[in-house]
C-alpha cells in the first residue's frame, strides 16, 4: 500500500495542498454469538480503504474510497480537495498544525497464539467454557448471552511533512451479559467486556469465565442478602471498575482539546474545562490521572495516533492540578503546544479526531485494608449498572450494582443500588487515599459525526472518598 498512499500525498500536493495525509486501513475478523448455550451466529469482517485529509488556503478536506485504484485514489483526493477550498472560505480563521517531529516507523503487536490460526469452532469453545462455568455455580441464570470477537487492524499512514508509520494491532475480546433470577427478584451484569490487543493467550490468561462466575455468585448473594444503603453523608470506597467510568467521563471527555473548544457542542456537548484552567486544582493531592495509549496489550493500545504523532503518558491530572488537555495537531497550534497524539479514527472512512486511549487514576501507596480501617460508616461501590452525566462532564450520577456496607473498618452485608451523585470537582477534591494496585477494564468509547465508537481501557486503583452524599433509589 506504499505506491498508493503515497500516490494521494503527491497527487494533493500537485492540486494546490499545503499539507497532506493518506491513511490505508484494512480490517480483518471473526465475531461468534451464543445464547442460553445455542450458537447464533458467525460474523466475518473484511473491510479496507484509503483516507484522504488535506489543508488548502486554511481550510480542511477529508475524502475516502474503498476503491484501491489510483483513478479512485485521485478523484477521492480531487474531492477533499474540494472541500478543503469550499472551508477555507467560509471559516473565521484558518486551520495550522501544529510542528511535530515525525518518523519512519514500523510496528506490531505479536500474538503468541494467532487467532488466524484457529477455527470458528475453536473459538466457540470459550463462549462454551463460560457458559458451563455459569452453570455450574447451580445459580438460576435464565439469559446468557456471550460473544467473542477478534480483528486485525493493519494501517499505513503517510505525510508530506515526512510521517511514514505501518502499524498491525490485533485485537481480541470476550462479552458476557447474565441475568440472575432467584427467589422472585431478578439482578444483571449488563455487557461486561474482557478485551486485550494480542492474541488468544491474553482471553485464556485472563480467564473471562471467571469474572463470570464471580458476578453470578455476587448478584445472587445481592438477591438474597442485600439490604438498604445507609443515606446521607459518609465514606465511600470505589473499585477500578467504578474509578474507571468516572475518570472516562468526567476527566477524559472533558479534557478532549475539541470539545473543550466547541467543535463537540452540537454533537457530544461542551465541557465545563476552560483552556486557561491548565495549572488550577480540580482535585486532592492523591488525584493523578494518566492517559496512555502504550500500555502493552491494552485495549486502546497504539504507538502512534492517526495523525502520525508518537504517543506518550498524558498527565491530564498530576496531585489534584490539571497538566494536560488531550490535543491532535490542530488544537494543540491553538494552544501554542505539540499534540500528545490523541487523533484516532476507527476506520479509513473518519477523520481522526481528539479520543482517548487508555485512562486510569494513578496508584497510590495504601492497601485495601488500610482504605477501610477507620472508616466507621460507608459503601464499597465494586461495579456499577448505571451512570449518568450531563454534557458538560461536570454534574454526574452512579449507581452500584454489586456494593457492601463497610462498618467499623469491616466489610459487612450486600446494599442494593446506593446512589452518588457529586460534581466532577466534588469528586476529586474528596478522594483523600488510593490503592496500590491498578486494573483495567474495557469498553468502546462513542464520539463524533458521522459515529466512531473506538477501543480504550478505563480504570485505575481503588479509591476512598470522604464524607460524600449517599441515597437510596
Known amino acids: 500500500m506504499h505506491d498508493l498512499v503515497e500516490f494521494a500525498v503527491e497527487k494533493a500536493l500537485e492540486l494546490g495542498a499545503s499539507y497532506a495525509e493518506a491513511r490505508f486501513e484494512e480490517k480483518t475478523g471473526t465475531s461468534i454469538a451464543m445464547k442460553n448455550g445455542v450458537p447464533e451466529g458467525l460474523s466475518i469482517l473484511a473491510d479496507k480503504g484509503i483516507g484522504i485529509r488535506v489543508l488548502v488556503d486554511g481550510g480542511m478536506g477529508f475524502a475516502s474510497t474503498n476503491v484501491l485504484t489510483k483513478e479512485s485514489i485521485s478523484e477521492a483526493v480531487k474531492k477533499a480537495v474540494k472541500l478543503a477550498r469550499a472551508a477555507s472560505k467560509v471559516r473565521n480563521e484558518p486551520i495550522v498544525f501544529s510542528e511535530e517531529d515525525f518518523h519512519r516507523v514500523s510496528y506490531k503487536v505479536k500474538m503468541k497464539k494467532d487467532f488466524r490460526d484457529f477455527s470458528p469452532e475453536e473459538k466457540l469453545e470459550l463462549l462454551r467454557k463460560v457458559e458451563e462455568e455459569v452453570k455450574a455455580t447451580g445459580v438460576n441464570v435464565p439469559m446468557r448471552y456471550l460473544s467473542y470477537s477478534d480483528q486485525l487492524w493493519k494501517k499505513v499512514f503517510l505525510n508530506s511533512e515526512g510521517a511514514y508509520v505501518k502499524s498491525k494491532i490485533p485485537r ?14 431478578m439482578e444483571q451484569a449488563p455487557f461486561v467486556q474482557r478485551a486485550f490487543s494480542g492474541g488468544l493467550e491474553l482471553i485464556e490468561k485472563d480467564e473471562p469465565w471467571s469474572w463470570a462466575v464471580k458476578d453470578v455468585l455476587a448478584l445472587k448473594k445481592l438477591i438474597y442478602e442485600g439490604q438498604k444503603p445507609p443515606e446521607g453523608r459518609v465514606d465511600l470506597v470505589i473499585s477500578p471498575e467504578v474509578v474507571g467510568i468516572a475518570v472516562h467521563e468526567s476527566v477524559g471527555h472533558p479534557y478532549e482539546a475539541d470539545r473543550i473548544f466547541g467543535r463537540e457542542a452540537a454533537q457530544a456537548g461542551e465541557s465545563f474545562v476552560k483552556p486557561d484552567m491548565l495549572g488550577e486544582r480540580i482535585g486532592s493531592e492523591a488525584v493523578t490521572v494518566i492517559e496512555d495509549p502504550t500500555i502493552p496489550n491494552s485495549w486502546g493500545f497504539y504507538l502512534y495516533d492517526d495523525e502520525g504523532v508518537k504517543a506518550r503518558p498524558r498527565y491530564l491530572i498530576k496531585d489534584g492540578i490539571i497538566t494536560e488537555f488531550l490535543t491532535n495537531r490542530e488544537y494543540a497550534a491553538k494552544l501554542g503546544q505539540r499534540s500528545n497524539a490523541s487523533a484516532r479514527a476507527i476506520n479509513y472512512n473518519r477523520e481522526p479526531i481528539v479520543r482517548m486511549a487508555n485512562t486510569y ?42 456494593a457492601y456496607l ?38 468502546t468509547c462513542g464520539k463524533g459525526e458521522p459515529g466512531q465508537g473506538v477501543p480504550v481501557w478505563m480504570g485505575g486503583a481503588h479509591a476512598r472518598l470522604r464524607n460524600i452524599p449517599l441515597r437510596r433509589p
Open 172 to 185: 481480541v475480546s470476550i462479552t458476557y451479559n447474565l441475568v440472575v433470577f432467584e427467589n422472585g427478584q
Open 361 to 402: 487514576l494513578a496508584p497510590g501507596d495504601y492497601s485495601f485494608e488500610e482504605l477501610i480501617e477507620d472508616i466507621k460508616l460507608g459503601v464499597y461501590m465494586v461495579s456499577f449498572n448505571e451512570w449518568n452525566i450531563d454534557d458538560r462532564r461536570y454534574q454526574q450520577r452512579y449507581i452500584g450494582r454489586e
Open 406 to 443: 463497610i462498618e467499623n473498618g469491616e466489610i459487612k452485608h450486600p446494599v442494593r443500588r446506593p446512589i452518588l451523585e457529586i460534581t466532577t470537582r466534588a469528586l476529586w477534591s474528596s478522594v483523600d487515599a488510593v490503592g496500590k494496585e491498578v486494573e483495567f477494564f474495557p469498553g
